[in-house]
């Protein structure tokens, strides 16, 4: 199970790739793996299974109320780099201008998860 560390320093490399657009092809898959990793640990952290895919995080509900956030971003930021980690728009200001919003959102993700060590476990539902 990954610890809060990992998914720190998972975001925080995904974070600097995506500053080069160089770096585009691998993008998708870096965010995959930081956000896999932080939906087990929030789910964890709400005492329920975390998925196995990247694509299972929809699939998982919590009431914990900042597992259920952190949950939410992750969602999130996987529908907005579906399209934006396309090959072909990676030099494009579409590109930056979308992954200026995706590193937006690592921000207050890494905040989210920071929360995990002082929130204690609460009713949880998992769907």
């Known amino acids: 199970m990954p610890t809060l ?4 320093g998972l975001i ?3 974070k600097v790739a995506a500053r080069d657009t160089e770096s585009a092809y691998v993008l ?6 930081s956000l896999l990793a932080v939906s087990q640990l929030a789910a964890e952290h709400a005492g329920i299974s975390g998925p196995l895919m990247p ?5 998982i509900r919590s009431t914990e109320p900042t597992s259920a956030k952190i949950l939410e971003i992750c969602l999130s930021l996987l529908g907005k780099t579906r399209s934006l980690c396309q090959p072909s728009e990676a030099l494009d200001a579409r590109w930056q201008s979308g992954w200026e919003t995706v590193r937006s959102d690592l921000t207050v993700l ?5 929360l995990i060590v002082t929130t204690p476990h609460e009713d949880v539902v998992q769907v």
């Open 5 to 8: 560390h990992d998914c720190l």
């Open 110 to 114: 890494e905040h989210e998860l920071r």
């Open 12 to 14: 925080a490399s995904t």
């Open 28 to 33: 998708r898959s870096r965010l995959k793996r």
């Open 55 to 59: 694509e299972d995080i929809e699939k």
